[in-house]
C-alpha cells in the first residue's frame, strides 16, 4: 500500500486533470482496500473514466490497482483491481472466448463491470456471474448483478467492488485474431494511451427497437471535430473524445461537453448522455 498526502489527482487521472486530494492510497489487492476504507473516502480503479474537480477532493481517494486472479476452466476469478487487459490476455492464452472483442479497453476489472464496459457489440454484463462488494460496511456477494448498457446495478445503488467470477467459454481458436484487430481498429480511430483522455465522453443513443446511434457520428455532424475551450479539444480522429491538448481544466472539459450537448440537441433533438463519469465533492 502506498500513500500520499496533498497530491493532485491529475498525476493519477488519464486526463491528467484534478487537483489535490487530501490523501491518496494506491491499494494492491483486495485486503489493502477493505483495511484502507475508513472515514470519508471514494474508491476508483485506474483513472481511465473519471473526470476529477480542479479543486481536488477533501477525502481519502483509494486507487484499486493490483489484485490476484486465476483461471480455472471456463472460469476467471479476479480481484476488482486487476488490469482488464491482463484478464483478457490469460483468457486469449487459455483458449477462452466471450471478452475478445473488448481488446484494448483501458483500466480494471472493476471499473470495467461498474461501467458495463464494452465494444463492437459486446459488454462484460453478460459474463459476470457473481460479484463480491463492500456496501454498508460489510462484504458480501450479489449472484447474476443486473447490467444495462454502459449501467450496472453499482452505479445505480452503490457499493465497492472487490472481487469477481466471470464465465467465458471454449473458444474457436479465433479469438486471438478477433482481439488482434480490435485493437488495429482502436489504433486507427481512438486515442492512444499516451494522449491525455478519458475514453470516449458520451454513450451511444440506444434506440427502442434496440439499435444504437453512435454519438460520434452525431457529435461529427454538428462539427465538432476541431472544437476547442482552453485545454480542452475534441479528437480529430474520432469526435466522441475529448482529450486535454495541455493544461486543461475539468472546466474546459465540462464547458466543452456542454457546447458539444447542446449542438447535438439543436440539431436532432437528442440529449447525449455523458459516459465519462463527472466526479465532484458533495
Not at 80 to 109: M, Q, W
Not at 110 to 129: C, D, H, K, M, T
Not at 151 to 175: H, M, N, P, V, Y
Request: hydrophobic residues 40%; charged residues 30%.
Amino acid at each position: 500500500m502506498k500513500r500520499f498526502e496533498n497530491l493532485p489527482l491529475s498525476k493519477f487521472s488519464r486526463f491528467r486533470i484534478g487537483g489535490p486530494a487530501r490523501e491518496i492510497i494506491i491499494a494492491e489487492n483486495r485486503n489493502e482496500v477493505l483495511e484502507a476504507m475508513e472515514g470519508n473516502f471514494s474508491v476508483f480503479g485506474g483513472g481511465t473514466n473519471v473526470l476529477f474537480p480542479d479543486e481536488g477532493l477533501d477525502k481519502r481517494v483509494i486507487f484499486f490497482q493490483g489484485g490476484e486472479f486465476h483461471v480455472d476452466g471456463e472460469w476467471i476469478i479476479s480481484d476488482a483491481g486487476v488490469a482488464l487487459e491482463k484478464i483478457i490476455e490469460a483468457s486469449l492464452r487459455e483458449e477462452l472466448a466471450g471478452i475478445e472483442n473488448l481488446a484494448g479497453i483501458p483500466g480494471t476489472l472493476g471499473g470495467a463491470i461498474y461501467g458495463n464496459a464494452g465494444a463492437f457489440g459486446s459488454e462484460i454484463g453478460p459474463l459476470v456471474r457473481e460479484v463480491e462488494v463492500w456496501k454498508e460496511g460489510r462484504v458480501h456477494r450479489i449472484n447474476k448483478p443486473q447490467f444495462g448498457y454502459r449501467d450496472s446495478i453499482f452505479k445505480r445503488q452503490g457499493g465497492i467492488i472487490l472481487r469477481a467470477w466471470l464465465k467465458l467459454k471454449r473458444g474457436t481458436g479465433r479469438e486471438r485474431k478477433i482481439a488482434e484487430e480490435r485493437l488495429r481498429i482502436r489504433a486507427r480511430k481512438h486515442p492512444s494511451s499516451q494522449v491525455a483522455c478519458a475514453g470516449s465522453f458520451f454513450k451511444n443513443i440506444l434506440m427502442p427497437d434496440g439499435r444504437k446511434i453512435p454519438a460520434g457520428r452525431l457529435l461529427e455532424e454538428v462539427g465538432a471535430k476541431g472544437l476547442r475551450v482552453g485545454g480542452a479539444g475534441v479528437f480529430e480522429k474520432h469526435a466522441n473524445f475529448i482529450v486535454n491538448t495541455g493544461g486543461a481544466t475539468a472546466k474546459d472539459v465540462i464547458r466543452l461537453s456542454e457546447i458539444l450537448k447542446e449542438r447535438v440537441r439543436e440539431k436532432f433533438g437528442i440529449t447525449l448522455q455523458e459516459e465519462v463519469i463527472i466526479v465532484e465533492d458533495p
